[in-house]
């Protein structure tokens, strides 16, 4: 038998049912029986609102006595949360509660939203790049620990959120022999990198030393003289440089239905230090000439601080705007390629040979992917193969041309790639002109402290150990139990909806059906001692952050090894789901405070993770999903009407329309809701017990955690035509899963009980 049978029926239930009383019989009445049963009938309907009442409060007094979670994650998670978040004390201020404002929205703000919701402008691309990471806000309010003005802490983007779980484990004090050797040298790295804050004692020495080690620099004027291809596939191989083109690990995208798990050497683009504009109409790119006056400004800065004499700046830093400029005009962005089919060209690297000869590539390559065997036969994926070809064009016309200079501007543009990538490892001096031309070039954005970039740095040679420990620390039985129960309710939701052809259902439903999603790290066989010994010839040196940086860039070789070997790799910077062969990998590092814990009520783990994880999955399975089946549509146009109809003047509630991503969006939204709300339920049928939090419990704390986390840390947010708290309004008026309606008598709510049904998972 339950223990708690009144909250039991809440949560797998209907809403109550309603007494019924005989009616009186009329014949034969007179006066005295009429009153007498008007009396009855009185006393009925006074014995039945008693009874309701107690019934209420019975239950509320039963929510209330949940037993309260106190574990240190529940206690700084309650930082987030009060009993004002309740979505049913204060309906008309959750009505329209507005995420930025703290408060309910005016009418001005909400006429601005919807009046620039009828333009599309690329939506689809920017929520590609949000999957992928290149929209994720790092917010510096999110390094603010307390309270502020009364209000409660926001939640921090997923990212920062990730970020922080490593700083902790970094941070953590010693354990003395119970911590093993690789964590402890983790640890050293970060703090060596912390340390190294101040700017240098050394200033630009360790730089000019490792150019003497590499044979010196032409502009200095001491300079062997290297060959060409010796020297890149030097900075290729042991300093993660790659001047010309980047090369990196990765599956062939093509191969996904056939459930490939094999990774291939990858040859792309490389990065430019400048901005680049493209021309829709020529299909040219071109650097952006306002950019390149402060551009040649911090080359000279750059040659200052190395001692490279003023006058020597006019020549070399000119070649080397001249040669970044040359090889800029061949590249083109992404949506670009993506229409020309120019992503994923499969070539063989001697064919590659023949078409790029002036890269040794099969030399560069093997020394890249040491000890792994290379052959000349081998499959490697080019993204733009006419930028390869321009670029060994370039590179033989340069070396013919300027044959009296000894290819001094190839030799000078490779050491300054060598710079930019040691510039994190330099004294603040070089940060600071790196960051000056960045501002000069438009970038914003506040710069991100210095703990931060340390993590990174730190993930980047120690990825393997981190996500290790991040599954060990976060990632527990309660997680896979959210991932299995988020998945059950979403093949449910895509089942049951209506495709608009057969052949597209079949497709994507067996395709849903055959996805296997599972948490996964890299290190997921690893012991400790598998572990110490992947580090075992790390050798760090307590106030050398330089030196060790050096050898982080060695550790990040290997890992692209290990990747091309093995085709698996650690996802420990990772927030978003992915698809590997069958598999649907879940990172570790979604697990993380204050999303996730294993201690946590589980309406606040499945209403916060649970419903970002099912936005995730909907826009990686079915990122057109507009297109294939008709529900998203007719769903989101219900829901986006009866927003207009409690929003604006009843004549006015057709007069917006949503595009078509808008539409999607609206659909996602809701339906990650409704999956993350399925999901909770299957877990309570599991486990018909719960803990609360901050005076919040079961449906109470899933709802506000819901908002909570769409409102502060949503990266489609921004997508959205209203505020993701509407959606709560729209659930609870299809759902006998809530205590009571989001009713708000002072607006004109039609037909609440009609609004927007979906049975699907009702």
């Known amino acids: 038998m339950d ?69 240190p994650a529940c206690l700084k998670a309650s930082e987030h949360f009060s009993v004002a978040m309740d979505p049913f004390s204060h309906p008309c201020d959750y009505f329209l509660f507005a995420c930025r404002a703290g408060g309910s929205s005016t009418t001005t703000e909400r006429q601005r939203i919807m009046g620039s919701s009828n333009e599309d402008n690329g939506e689809v691309d920017k929520k590609r790049q949000v999957r992928t990471g290149g929209l994720v806000r790092m917010r510096r309010e999110a390094d603010v ?29 010693e354990e003395g022999v119970s911590m093993n050797a690789a964590e402890q040298k983790a640890k050293k790295f970060f703090k060596t990198c912390m340390d190294a804050e101040s700017p240098g004692k050394e200033g630009s020495e360790p730089f000019l030393t490792l150019l003497q080690q590499l044979g010196g620099w032409a502009v200095s004027g001491e300079w062997n003289q290297k060959d060409f291809n010796t020297t890149l596939t030097l900075l290729m191989s042991q300093y993660s440089t790659f001047p010309f083109f980047s090369v990196y690990v990765g599956p062939d995208s093509g191969e996904e239905q056939n459930a490939s798990n094999q990774h291939y050497i990858q040859i792309d683009e490389p990065h430019f230090q400048f901005p680049i504009d493209w021309n829709s109409i020529t299909h040219k790119s071109k650097a952006s000439t306002r950019y390149l006056r402060p551009f040649y400004s911090s080359c000279g800065q750059y040659l200052a601080l190395l001692g490279v004499p003023s006058s020597k700046t006019t020549q070399h830093c000119g070649l080397y705007i001249s040669l970044s400029t040359t090889l800029a005009v061949a590249t083109s962005p992404l949506p670009y390629r993506l229409s020309q089919k120019l992503l994923f060209h499969r ?23 040491q000890p792994l065997p290379i ?62 031309y960045s501002i000069a070039t438009g970038d914003t954005q506040e710069e991100m402290p210095r703990w931060w970039r340390c993590v990174q740095q730190t993930e980047r040679g120690f990825d393997a150990l981190l996500s290790h420990i991040i599954r060990e620390r976060h990632a527990q039985k309660e997680a896979d139990e959210l991932i299995h129960d ?34 996964s790290t890299q290190t997921n066989n690893l012991n400790h001692t598998e572990l110490n010994l992947l580090y075992a010839e790390v050798d760090l040196k307590e106030e050398d952050f330089f030196s060790n940086y050096l ?23 990772s927030i978003s789901p992915s698809i590997s062969g069958n598999d649907i990998i879940i990172p570790v590092g979604m697990f993380v405070l204050p999303f996730f814990h294993s201690s946590y009520p589980r309406a606040l783990n499945y209403g916060t993770l649970g ?44 007069t917006f329309s949503l595009p078509p991503s808008k539409q999607q969006e609206v659909w996602v939204q809701y339906s990650a809701l409704q999956v993350a709300l399925d999901a909770y339920k299957m877990s309570f049928t599991r486990h018909p017990t719960d803990s609360s939090l901050s005076g919040l419990s079961y449906i109470h704390l899933f709802l506000s955690s819901f908002t909570k986390v769409t409102c502060d840390a949503d990266p489609y947010h921004e997508f959205m035509p209203f505020e993701p708290s509407f959606l709560v309004t729209v659930l609870c008026s299809n759902s006998g899963f809530c205590p009571k309606l989001l009713t708000c008598l002072n607006k004109s709510q039609s037909s609440p009980h009609e609004m927007c049904q979906n049975r699907t998972l009702h």
């Open 3 to 71: 223990e708690n049978p009144a909250v039991h029926q809440e949560m797998v239930t209907t809403p109550e049912e309603q007494p019924r009383s005989d009616e009186p019989n009329p014949v034969g009445c007179n006066k005295y029986r009429w009153r007498l049963l008007v009396l009855f009938a009185f006393s009925l309907f006074a014995t039945t609102l008693g009874l309701g009442i107690y019934s209420h409060l019975k239950k509320e007094s039963q929510l209330k006595s949940a037993a309260p979670c106190l574990s």
């Open 145 to 173: 620990q307390g309270k502020s003005d009364g209000r409660l802490n926001k939640f921090p983007d997923r990212q920062t959120a990730l970020l922080k779980a490593i700083k902790e484990i970094l941070e953590s004090p």
């Open 347 to 369: 070539i063989t690297i001697q064919e590659l040979q023949t078409v790029a000869p002036a890269i040794d590539w099969l030399a560069s390559l093997q020394a890249i992917f």
């Open 375 to 436: 052959s000349q036969s081998d499959i490697v994926l080019v993204h733009n193969l006419p930028y390869i070809i321009h670029m060994s064009q370039t590179i033989s016309q340069w070396r013919v041309k300027h044959e009296m200079m000894d290819a001094i501007p190839l030799h000078t543009y490779m050491i300054f790639s060598l710079l930019q990538t040691l510039i994190p490892a330099l004294d603040s001096r070089f940060f600071q002109t790196m960051r000056n």
């Open 486 to 519: 988020v998945y059950s309710s979403l093949k449910k939701k895509l089942t049951d909806l209506s495709w608009r052809d057969n052949k597209s259902s079949d497709f994507i439903l067996n395709k849903i059906k055959s996805l296997n999603p599972r948490l």
């Open 551 to 573: 050898q982080m860039l060695v550790l990040e070789q290997k890992s692209r090894c290990r990747l091309l070997s093995h085709g698996s790799r650690a996802e420990g910077l």
């Open 611 to 654: 419903s970002l994880m099912a936005k995730d999955l909907l826009h990686l399975l079915l990122p057109n999903i507009h297109t294939q089946a008709n529900n998203p549509e007719s769903e989101s146009m219900c829901v986006w009407s009866h927003y207009l109809s409690v929003t604006k003047d009843p004549g006015q509630a057709g």
